[in-house]
């Protein structure tokens, strides 16, 4: 099996850990083999460093110069149109499906179970 998503400068991370839980920040320098330095402008993550294991990498990569400053990552994540991308990808829509899920009270459970059944 052939590996296809790498860590690397411009690729677009889903944060799965922490305050920015949920949302998509691009990768902006290495530091060392377990951090990084993300910025999200678009999203609202700030530039910070972060650990690698508190990331998803994703498909996307935006073509961005190592260290660019913040509105030249907005620019390239805009252009690149990221944000329909991942609202069209399965794994967005399985995610917005647990959200709706684990939103549900307890009588809209069981009107979905009995749905489900008849």
């Known amino acids: 099996?052939?590996?296809?998503?790498?860590?690397?400068?411009?690729?677009?991370v889903y944060v799965s850990y922490g305050a920015d839980f949920g949302k998509?920040?691009?990768i902006v320098d290495i530091i060392d083999g377990k951090r990084?330095?993300?910025d999200g402008?678009?999203?609202?993550?700030?530039?910070?460093?972060?650990?690698?294991n508190h990331l998803y990498l994703?498909?996307?990569?935006i073509?961005?110069?190592?260290?660019?400053?913040?509105?030249?990552?907005?620019?390239?994540?805009k252009?690149?149109?990221?944000?329909n991308k991942w609202n069209e990808s399965a794994w967005a829509k399985k995610l917005a499906a647990r959200a709706k899920k684990a939103a549900m009270c307890d009588f809209c459970r069981f009107k979905a179970r009995y749905a489900k059944k008849h």
Not at 41 to 52: N, S
């Open 1 to 12: 099996m052939v590996f296809t998503r790498f860590v690397e400068v411009g690729r677009v």
């Open 58 to 61: 994703t498909d996307y990569v």
């Open 24 to 26: 998509l920040c691009t």
């Open 41 to 52: 402008p678009a999203t609202g993550v700030k530039r910070q460093q972060m650990a690698l």
């Open 79 to 83: 252009a690149a149109e990221i944000d």
């Open 63 to 77: 073509a961005i110069k190592r260290a660019d400053k913040s509105d030249a990552v907005a620019e390239a994540y």
């Open 36 to 38: 990084v330095l993300v």
